[in-house]
């Protein structure tokens, strides 16, 4: 007897596609989007419908977070497994697990714990509940001293030496897929070619580069700017700095924390206006988010949360930032609020970091694009999440 095919599952409203919201039906099959029908809204084959007005969107993708309800990413596989099912319920599908500067072994036992926790998730099932990995993010150590922010200072090295590190033993870094790093400091442009050429994407951050020392990284092959607007040389008429050489590229991508805190909300407006499917959200959250106030760590660093701020706790940085306690999907919200259209936001955690990874499966409804969704109301905030067909809130089939 033939196989009967899967009919997949429909699921009709208004959809997220690139930068409108069209009326139609989606196609599940497989983990997969199957089909995509715009302006389809009749009864035909029945199916799943999203009231009005909240609408479909791509699952959302955190390429900057180094934990969440209590989780950090450092912490071994135990901890960013638990990290992929805490981000998964805030609306999040697919994101990058963020080390903060550690000394290289410890990297490397982290890409090593990366490794092993995607290497069982499985293509349709990534974990019942759980955001796909897509490998890491290195925030350092190859940073600017005097720019550090919330990093150990003592786990802080150059350029050079980090690039010796990897051409001993390149397969150990493998899960990499962005580096923040000051190109400034010696060996900082053949680090940046370096990743370029292994396909590691290469961003300016904690740096005290020039305007035209960060120009001529973006030219190396720099692909990204971390946290937009922090620990890095500002925007000023004679000096244009870090800020300057990101909003003036055509091919760098700017993280930014759209927390009200990291930046003035009276900027998101101009920043999109400025950067287009150029500026990327990020959360940059640490364990506390999603908790409330109290003593945290992140990394070596003591910090304090105080009504949702996280701050250096002690030392010569006290005081300073510390990451932050939001969502990406609250950095959504957050856009919207601050004027933006709710697909232009939208972009900004989906479109632009799938774009930034190279990923086509990702970031997008369209055919062939995995099945990762989230159901968003007119404000940005999440309602429900599917990841590879099912929902997270519904009975495992």
Known sequence: MAATQDPGRRIGGGLVVGSRIVRGWLTV?????AALEPGTMGERGGGERIDEPAVVAPGLIDVHVHGSGGASALDGRLALEELAAILARRGVTSFLPTAVAA???QLIEFLAD?????????????????????????????????HRGAHDP????????????????????????????????????????????????????????????????????????????????????RQPGVVGAALLDPGATAELI?????????????????????????????????????????????????????????????????GSTISVADAVANLVAAGLDLPQAVGAATRTPARLLGRRDIGRIGAGARADLVVLAPDGTVQR???AGRWLDEPAR
């Open 258 to 322: 759209a927390d009200g805190l990291h930046v003035d909300p009276a900027l998101f407006p101009f920043l999109w206006r400025t950067l287009g499917p150029r500026l990327l959200l990020v959360s940059d959250a640490i364990s506390a988010a999603g908790l409330g106030d109290g003593p945290y760590r992140l990394g070596g660093l003591d910090v304090t949360v105080r009504a949702g701020q996280a701050r250096i706790a002690a030392g010569p940085k006290a005081g300073s930032l510390a």
């Open 103 to 105: 000394p290289v072994p």
């Open 29 to 33: 099959r497989g983990g997969r989007i």
């Open 154 to 237: 003592a786990a802080i090295i150059e350029p050079a030496e980090l690039l010796a590190a990897w051409r001993v033993a390149p397969a150990a870094w493998a899960e990499a897929r962005l580096m923040t790093l000051a190109p400034e400091r010696p060996g900082g442009l053949d680090l940046v070619r370096h990743l370029a050429a292994s396909g590691v994407v290469p961003s300016v951050g904690h740096s005290g580069a020039t305007f035209q020392e960060a120009r001529a990284a973006f030219a190396a092959g720099a692909r990204s700017t971390t946290h937009l607007f922090n620990a890095m040389t500002g925007l000023q008429g």
């Open 114 to 146: 990366v490794a092993a926790v995607r290497a069982g998730q499985v293509e349709s099932r990534p974990g019942v509940g759980s955001a796909r990995l897509l490998g890491a993010n290195l925030e350092g150590p190859a940073i600017d001293p005097d």
């Open 385 to 387: 999440t599917m990841i």
